[in-house]
């Protein structure tokens, strides 16, 4: 699956949301989202950037997927 090259910090955001992620403080230009998990809780940064660098989107669904069992292809999809 391509990662989408035109993803912005308000659709990821919305995306962790929809998934249980609360936003906890923004720093900057940085927003913390955490979500808490059986084995403790998960936080995330998400650059506040139009549109996220390819690189930092591709880390983040990783993270996001490995920590809530999801595939990334799904993931990019819901974008």
Known sequence: MRVPRDADSSQLIKLLQHYGYVVV???GS???LSKNLPCGS??????????IK???LQ???KDVCKSNG????????QL
């Not at 999801?70 to 999809?77: A, G, M, Q, R, T």
């Open 25 to 27: 403080r923004q720093t």
């Open 30 to 32: 940085h927003i913390r």
């Open 42 to 51: 998960h936080n995330i940064t998400v650059p506040d950037h139009q549109p």
């Open 54 to 56: 390819i690189g930092t």
């Open 59 to 61: 880390s983040i669904a």
């Open 70 to 77: 999801l595939l990334v292809s799904d993931f990019y999809k």
